[in-house]
C-alpha cells in the first residue's frame, strides 16, 4: 500500500587491581583498600549505565521518528470517535481568503507536544464543509490539524477543487491563527465526490504532499500515473454517482505500483456513506495518515497484511508501505 514501513567499558578501578605491586605498603594497602571500596560499588555503577543506556536507545528511537505523536496504537484506539488528544476549532471566513471559500480548523489543544502534520478535506458537488465536518474532530484528536474547506462555487469542477485544497494548505501554513502547530513539511489533502477527484489532481499537481485520501471520488480523467503520493482510495459497492468500475477502481489501477497505494470498498454502502461517520473510513485514513503524513510505523500493523473482506468491506487492495 501506499504505505509503512531499529559495552560497557573497563572500569578504572579494575585495571587498577590488576597493576597491585608484589610487595605492599602502607601506600598500597590504603590504596587496595579504596580500590576494593570501589569494586565493591560496581553493581551499583552498572546499574546506572544500564539505565543510561536504556535512556539513549528511547532518545535514538525518538531521534528516528520525530513526527511520531500520541501513544501505541490497538485496535480500539483508531476505531474510537476520539483520540487522545483535546481538541479545539476555528472559523475562518470567506472574506478572509483568497483561492478557496473558508471553512473550518480542528486542531490539538496542545502545544506541549511539537507541531503536528495537516490535512485539507474538500466536500463534493453542491455540499460544502458541513458534509465534511465529522472527520475534524475525529481526525485531529488523534493528532492532526484538519481542514474542512468551502470551495468557491458549490458547482466546482475537481481541477479547482484541487487548485483549492492547495490554496487551503496554504493558508494553514502561512496565515492561519494554528500555523505555529503545523509542520509545513507534512501535509495532506482529502475529498469527497468532486472533493475526492480534487485530492487526486492536488496529490498530481504537488508531489511534495505526504498523502491523498480521495472518498467515492468522481472524476473524468480516468488515469493518474503522475501521481507519486501515497494515495488510498476508498470506493463504495453501490455508488450510483460515481460508480467503482468506472471512477474508483479505475482511479486505483492507473496509480504507479512504485507509489504507496490502496483501495478500499465498503459493502452495502452508497456515494454518500462518507458523508456521516464510519468507523471503516476513519479506521484506515487515521492508519494512512499517520503511517505516511507522520511516519510512524506502528500503524503499518493495520494496513499490512492488508485487511480481509468483512461485513463492512467489500474488498480491500494494496500493496504494503514501502
Known amino acids: 500500500m501506499e504505505p509503512q514501513q ?14 597491585t605491586p608484589r610487595r605492599v605498603t602502607k601506600l598500597g594497602v590504603a590504596l587496595a583498600m579504596v580500590l576494593g571500596g570501589v569494586g565493591v560499588a560496581l553493581p551499583t555503577a552498572q546499574a546506572s549505565q544500564s539505565s543510561q543506556n536504556a535512556a539513549a536507545s528511547t532518545a535514538v528511537q525518538a531521534a ?8 501505541a496504537p490497538t485496535e480500539r484506539s483508531i476505531e474510537a470517535t476520539r483520540g487522545p488528544y483535546a481538541v ?4 475562518v471566513s470567506s472574506l478572509s481568503v483568497t483561492g478557496f471559500g473558508g471553512g473550518t480548523i480542528y486542531y490539538p489543544t496542545t502545544t506541549s507536544d511539537g507541531t503536528f502534520g495537516a490535512v485539507a ?24 490539524v484538519v481542514f474542512t474547506i468551502d470551495t468557491n462555487s458549490r458547482y466546482d469542477q475537481p481541477a479547482s477543487r484541487g487548485d483549492q485544497l492547495l490554496a487551503a494548505l496554504d493558508y494553514l501554513t502561512q496565515r492561519s491563527s494554528v500555523r505555529s502547530r503545523i ?8 475529498g ?3 472533493g475526492g477527484g480534487g485530492s487526486l489532481e492536488a496529490a498530481k499537481d504537488r508531489p511534495s504532499l505526504k498523502a491523498a485520501i480521495p472518498l467515492t471520488p468522481w472524476n473524468l480523467d ?4 503522475e501521481i507519486t503520493v501515497p494515495t488510498f482510495i476508498v470506493g463504495a459497492d453501490g455508488d450510483s454517482i460515481a460508480s467503482v468500475s468506472s471512477h474508483a477502481e479505475p482511479f486505483y489501477e492507473s496509480l504507479p505500483t512504485s507509489t504507496d497505494r490502496a483501495y478500499m470498498e465498503l459493502n452495502n454502502a452508497s456515494h454518500f456513506t462518507p458523508n456521516t461517520s464510519n ?14 503524513v507522520d511516519n510512524d510505523t506502528r500503524y503499518e500493523q493495520f494496513l499490512c497484511p492488508l485487511p480481509r473482506p468483512s461485513l463492512a468491506i467489500e474488498e480491500f487492495r494494496g500493496n504494503c508501505p514501502h
Open 192 to 194: 469527497h465526490s468532486m
Open 279 to 292: 468507523t471503516e473510513i476513519a479506521k484506515y485514513s487515521i492508519s494512512w495518515l499517520k503511517r505516511f
Open 88 to 91: 479545539s476549532e476555528a472559523r
Open 64 to 71: 528516528e521518528n520525530p513526527y511520531e505523536r500520541g501513544p
Open 121 to 144: 478535506i474538500s466536500p463534493g458537488y453542491t455540499a460544502d464543509q458541513s458534509s465534511m465536518a465529522w472527520y475534524g474532530p475525529r481526525l485531529a484528536s488523534q493528532g492532526f
Open 222 to 225: 480516468k488515469t493518474w500515473r
Open 6 to 19: 531499529h559495552e560497557a567499558t573497563p572500569s578504572t578501578a579494575g585495571r587498577g587491581r590488576g597493576r
Open 183 to 190: 509542520d509545513s513539511s507534512r501535509l495532506a489533502v482529502m
